[in-house]
């Protein structure tokens, strides 16, 4: 009994340090230009992914097939619940095709009009945090969104105004 409380404890405190990691990029504000010159270069990839969404105590959990490609943008081909793909390489989706983009090709000029941005490495893991300006027509659907990884993008989480947070994992063929 005593082992099993050991470990349940020991389980929370590791995804409390890893909660608080991911959420303490707030505290690190960052220039474009540095970001820029730390991050690596993201390539295409083709991963499976992982995506919880929560709206208050609703969770919707999901997950497919994900494909980047770098001159285009990402493709979320769902497989569970429901069968659906989602591809931000269009103007449908021109928003988060822009971030993705920016990102993947270190072009921080639309990032820096329309964010504050933060960055932190720590053991090989490079995390980005962004939170929409006031005058960003992205404030009034965005709270912050945080991107990590070490050679490709490992997590995206999305918390937004009215629908609650996204968080998604890859697992591609370099996690």
Request: contains cysteine.
């Amino acid at each position: 009994m005593k082992f099993k409380i050991w470990i349940l404890t020991l389980i929370v405190i590791l995804c409390a340090n890893i909660c608080f990691a991911m959420e303490n990029v707030f505290s690190h504000p960052e220039t474009s230009k540095n970001i820029a010159k730390n991050m690596p270069s993201l390539k295409d990839a083709v991963c499976t992914f992982t995506q919880e969404k929560t709206i208050g105590s609703t969770s919707l959990k999901s997950g497919g097939n994900f494909k980047f490609i770098k001159s285009k943008g990402a493709i979320f081909e769902t497989e569970y619940p429901i069968k659906s793909t989602v591809s931000y390489t269009s103007a449908q989706n021109k928003q988060m095709n822009e971030v993705i983009m920016a990102i993947s090709n270190k072009n921080y000029s639309y990032l820096d009009k329309n964010f504050d941005l933060y960055y932190m490495k720590k053991n090989n893991i490079w995390t980005v945090g962004l939170k929409p300006k006031e005058n960003s027509p992205a404030s009034t659907q965005i709270n912050t969104i945080i991107v990590n990884g070490q050679v490709d993008i490992k997590q995206i989480k999305i918390s937004t105004v009215k629908n609650g947070t996204t968080d998604i994992s890859f697992k591609c063929g370099t996690n």
